[in-house]
């Protein structure tokens, strides 16, 4: 297993990426898998519990063009579509929530305790393509 490459200052919505404003629960680097909180607010995604392991995107933007958003900012997430700047990605690959919090894995988790929770695919190197559940999120128990 291993972690996609990317530079946050890289990362972009492609044409065709639907893009929703969240505020951040923590702070967030662009090119973080996010999930919601139970506040409804987006935070790093990992796959060592049940909620944390279900992403819903990927953050592209902050408001002020930093790459980096403090909590409580809001942050622009592709919820669906492409979204370019990654590297070293294997087209046709599906990525899931990394262990690593707010990465992306290019295997699913198998280790004890950990949730597979699926977040798309590599569209081709350097596209990743946002698309949730693309498989089912598993537990590893």
């Given at each position: 297993m291993?972690?996609?490459?990317?530079?946050?200052?890289?990362?972009?919505?492609?044409?065709?990426?639907?893009v929703r404003q969240f505020a951040a629960n923590a702070e967030l680097t662009v090119g973080n898998v996010v999930y919601i909180a139970s506040d409804g607010e987006v935070d790093k995604a990992d796959c060592n519990a049940a909620l944390t392991s279900i992403g819903v995107g990927i953050v592209v933007a902050s408001r002020d063009g930093q790459t980096t958003i403090a909590a409580g900012e809001a942050?622009?997430?592709?919820?669906?579509?492409?979204?370019?700047?990654?590297?070293?990605?294997?087209?046709?690959?599906?990525?899931?929530v990394s262990?690593?919090?707010?990465?992306?894995?290019?295997?699913?988790?198998?280790?004890?305790?950990t949730w597979s929770h699926c977040m798309g695919y590599a569209e081709r190197d350097g596209v990743f393509f946002v698309l949730p559940g693309f498989a089912l999120t598993t537990s590893n128990s």
């Open positions: 291993t972690d996609a490459t990317l530079t946050s200052a890289n990362i972009r919505p492609l044409n065709g990426a639907i942050a622009s997430v592709v919820v669906l579509g492409p979204v370019g700047g990654f590297s070293g990605l294997v087209e046709g690959s599906r990525m899931f262990e690593v919090a707010g990465g992306l894995r290019t295997a699913a988790p198998t280790g004890a305790g």
